[in-house]
């Protein structure tokens, strides 16, 4: 049909119109992740990467439902996602968060400083794969959103440490589309994506898992 959108300018100018709306009709987010929404896009590579506005709140909402004493982020980026968990920490509560980039970390830094929960957050620089094998305690929460090759080896770690009724979420499990391409036409990141979400219902014992189809989509694994 003539004067018809590109299908890539509708979709983005639809994901445009829905998270505006969003924004509109939902409690607001606090001002500093506003802030650290506009300096992430100013100042940071790949700024699309950012949790944002939809997905952060949905991340404060199971945080603050589970009053999570401790909880687990493997990818920091630039903290939005960070803060949003945080919202939901239990007066003594702590969350650890993993970050292989001190070129992101920074300004997560800078905005956990700004929040009501710099005490307590703690920021690890490094491989995740050591130090989640460094955490010992019990976990409510656990997010997983860093390098999709390795989602399979993190979750393993981490299902062990999750308490009963605790959660873990997974991000990008739809990488960007691309596990609905024919598996000789994957990329390796969308293939790795691929098995794993394939295995995640044997891997996750005792488990039940649900797929919400939010931005890239989230897989949520509850333990029994």
């Known amino acids: 049909m003539k004067g018809r959108p590109k299908s890539a300018f509708f979709v983005h100018f639809m994901e445009e119109t829905l998270y505006n709306y969003l924004s509109i009709i939902s409690s607001?987010?606090?001002?500093?992740?506003?802030?650290?929404e506009r300096e992430t896009h100013l100042k940071i590579l790949k700024p699309q990467m950012l949790t944002?506005?939809?997905q952060g709140r949905?991340?404060?909402?199971?945080?603050?439902l589970l009053n999570s004493k401790r909880i687990l982020e493997i990818g920091t980026f630039t903290g939005y996602g960070s803060l949003c968990l945080a919202e939901?920490?239990?007066?003594?509560?702590k969350l650890i968060t993993i970050e292989i980039s001190k070129e992101n970390g920074w300004l997560a830094e800078k905005y956990f400083r700004q929040s009501p929960y710099f005490e307590q957050?703690?920021?690890?620089?490094?491989?995740?794969?050591?130090?989640?094998?460094?955490?010992?305690?019990?976990?409510?929460?656990?997010?997983?959103?860093?390098?999709?090759?390795?989602?399979?080896?993190?979750?393993?770690?981490?299902w062990p440490k999750i308490r009963a009724g605790g959660l873990?979420?997974?991000?990008?499990i739809f990488a960007r589309g691309g596990v609905f391409k024919p598996e000789g036409e994957q990329k390796k990141f969308e293939k790795s994506v691929t098995e794993f979400n394939q295995k995640l219902l044997v891997m996750a014992t005792g488990g039940k898992v649900t797929i919400l189809?939010?931005?890239?989509?989230?897989?949520?694994v509850r333990k029994e």
């Not at 949905?58 to 603050?64: E, I, R």
């Not at 189809?213 to 949520?220: A, F, K, T, V």
């Open 28 to 36: 607001a987010a606090p001002s500093y992740l506003h802030e650290l």
């Open 52 to 54: 944002g506005f939809s």
């Open 58 to 64: 949905f991340l404060s909402l199971m945080a603050k």
């Open 88 to 93: 939901g920490l239990s007066e003594n509560g």
């Open 121 to 158: 957050i703690e920021l690890l620089y490094g491989n995740a794969l050591d130090l989640i094998s460094d955490n010992a305690e019990e976990l409510d929460l656990a997010y997983i959103d860093a390098d999709k090759q390795n989602n399979e080896k993190y979750f393993e770690m981490i």
């Open 168 to 172: 873990v979420l997974i991000d990008n």
């Open 213 to 220: 189809p939010l931005r890239d989509g989230l897989s949520i």
